[in-house]
């Protein structure tokens, strides 16, 4: 079964830091590429960061680039998101998420996120 | 703001047939597949429909998507009240490099 398990989240003052982490298994994490997505309280999904299936790619949103860095560890099948200047609008439930994919006969391409993680709720107050 | 727009809620009655829609741009929707999830209150999303209109194993086939150009749709035939949930629809944009979600429409069945 495949599972991710995220942890690290907690309670941080403005300007702190958190380092989050996401435990994988059940499937070859070194074959997937893999994102943080995050959740404000009441509010919808937001895309934050991804890193490529070798961790030789990263992408991030805009109000996080240069804060945050996502990084991998294959070996022991764990993702990380380290979030440096934490602001109050980063408060939110932060997930790890698998990505999919496949090129089909036409060459077109496809991918999407499953599963997902439980979650791990990140809040920046003083 | 989100980068994809879908209405913030729907309803409907038992039996009857909802659609939900995702509007984007050719950066995202106009070049890549439309992917939805699902999310029940305190729980994580699921993938509900990928690859515009491909439904993972365990997803009942009263769920379907379709995508036209830069839009796409959630088609939920036969509402039933366990469906009740926030859905969200996603894809890459090659301008943002990055993923987009939709704002997410609350399903509300009367």
């Known amino acids: 079964e495949v599972q991710l398990l995220e942890s690290g989240g907690g309670l941080v003052q403005p300007g702190g830091s958190l380092r989050l982490s996401c435990a994988a298994s059940g499937f070859t994490f070194s074959s997937h590429a893999m994102s943080w997505v995050r959740q404000a309280p009441g509010k919808g999904l937001e895309w934050v960061s991804a890193?490529?299936?070798?961790?030789?790619?990263?992408y991030y949103t805009d109000s996080v680039r240069g804060r945050f860095t996502i990084s991998r560890d294959n070996s022991k099948n764990t993702l990380y998101l380290q979030m440096n200047s934490l602001r109050a609008e980063d408060t939110a439930v932060y997930y790890c998420?698998?990505?999919?994919?496949?090129?089909?006969?036409?060459?077109?391409?496809?991918?999407?996120?499953?599963?997902w993680g439980q979650g791990t709720l990140v809040t920046v107050s003083s | 703001q989100s980068v994809l727009t879908q209405p913030p809620s729907a309803s409907g009655t038992p039996g009857q047939r909802v659609t939900i829609s995702c509007s984007g741009s050719?950066?995202?929707?106009?070049?890549?597949?439309a992917n939805w999830y699902q999310q029940f209150p305190g729980t994580a999303p699921k993938l509900l429909i990928c690859?515009?209109?491909q439904r993972p194993s365990g997803v009942p086939d009263r769920f379907s998507g379709s995508k036209s150009g830069t839009s796409a749709s959630l088609a939920i035939s036969g509402l039933q009240s366990e469906d009740e949930a926030d859905y969200f629809c996603?894809?890459?944009?090659?301008?943002?490099?990055?993923?987009?979600f939709g704002g997410g429409t609350k399903l509300t069945v009367l």
């Open positions: 050719s950066s995202n929707l106009g070049k890549n597949s």
């Open positions: 890193i490529s299936a070798s961790g030789d790619r990263t």
């Open positions: 996603a894809t890459w944009d090659d301008s943002l490099n990055g993923w987009v």
């Open positions: 998420a698998k990505e999919a994919n496949y090129y089909d006969s036409r060459g077109y391409y496809y991918n999407w996120f499953d599963p």
């Open positions: 690859s515009n209109n």
